[in-house]
């Protein structure tokens, strides 16, 4: 997997209305192309069809054309539902006043308005404009109806859609206020849609893939502090394209990924040959034994449970896995024997001793 990190360097500028995190101007971009598994670093350029001097939304837009994950924008959840409310209650009221209309037609002394609701044909070309309110009234009901499904099913769909990351959001809000990114590319009351007043009614159109718990505290805690105390002064800043700004450093994320990945393989490859080292040394005391297995045991599934994204099910499976094989250890190592015997009669409820 190959994406960017981008930090903005400018400190002293402000964020959008003054709205910061506690990350010290860390920001992150992922630009990473999950069809081809390709960094967009070389390939952004055919989506900046901005020129240099572009500004205001199109400046924006450049932004979210060239990194997906700041296509962020509002969900209007409140107006959504309000929408879909009043037209609920159309629909209720106009279904109120089709049977209505369908009771008084049934009633009628005209026998073909008594066969209206048997008789489509003779409804549907009713001449009389008293007759023909039954039928008005049911098309009216199918072109609210056709709205109302279709917003409901939209509803539902911007429902699935995930928040942003918090730390592109954050980005997003730095780049339009800083003077020599986005310099407060919208002037009017829309400005205000990406502020903390209206963060939980944000949404990303493409939200970053959801990493395990090491990979996040590497993201969100080493990698800023390693920017501010190292790669700051190490690296030097570069724009992302020419129109989008400027004072932004770029890191590989691939890089950062290989560092975790590689922790990852180390602890899993040493943790079982630990247990089995630590096993041996301790010799025949078998109190101390027991608890390291304990001990072990435990590391382990906190291991799984932070380095990966493992299920519950998979979490115990390797786990009892794990403890099986130092169990086998100790039953081949003749001082293990007894501690085998003692785990077996723990398991089995028996409580005498040999």
């Known amino acids: 997997m190959t994406s960017d990190h981008q930090l903005p360097t400018d400190q002293s500028a402000p964020a959008c209305n003054g709205n910061r995190d506690g990350t010290d101007g860390f920001r992150e971009i992922h630009a990473q192309n999950r069809n081809t598994g390709e960094s967009n670093a070389a390939n952004s ?65 005209c026998p073909k308005r008594q066969f209206f609701d048997r008789d489509w044909a003779t409804m549907a070309h009713a001449m009389d404009d008293e007759a023909g309110q039954q039928w008005a009234t049911m098309q009216l009901i199918q072109e609210k109806l056709a709205e109302y499904n279709k917003a409901l099913l939209t509803q539902v769909s911007l429902a699935k859609l995930e928040r942003p990351n918090h730390q592109d959001l954050a980005f997003l809000r730095e780049w339009i206020g800083r003077p020599n990114n986005g310099n407060f590319p919208i002037h009017g009351p829309d400005q205000d849609s990406w502020n903390l007043k209206y963060e939980g009614d944000l949404m990303a159109t493409k939200p970053r893939v959801p990493l395990d718990r090491l990979s996040r505290w590497v993201n969100d805690i080493v990698f800023p502090w390693y920017h501010k105390l190292f790669g700051e002064k190490l690296k030097d800043p570069e724009s992302v394209t020419a129109n989008l700004g400027t004072g932004i450093y770029i890191y590989r994320e691939s890089h950062l990924q290989m560092v975790i990945e590689t922790v990852v393989t180390v602890v899993a490859a040493l943790l079982p040959v630990l247990s089995i080292v630590v096993l041996y040394f301790l010799g025949d005391n078998n109190k101390f034994k027991f608890i390291a297995l304990v001990i072990f045991s435990a590391v382990f599934a906190l291991a799984l449970a932070i380095m990966t994204k493992a299920r519950r099910v998979e ?22 024997e007894q501690l085998v015997e003692l785990m077996k009669q723990y398991l089995t409820g028996d409580k005498r001793r040999n």
């Open 45 to 109: 350029q055919p989506f900046n069809t901005f020129d240099t001097g572009s500004s205001g939304y199109a400046k924006l837009a450049g932004l979210m054309a060239r990194q997906d994950e700041y296509a962020i924008f509002r969900r209007f959840k409140h107006l959504n539902y309000l929408s879909l409310l009043y037209q609920q209650a159309q629909i209720v009221f106009l279904q109120r006043r089709l049977e209505r209309l369908a009771a008084i037609d049934r009633a009628h002394s």
């Open 315 to 336: 979490v115990f499976a390797a786990t009892a896995a794990f403890a099986a094989v130092n169990v086998v250890f100790l039953s081949q190592d003749p001082t293990g």
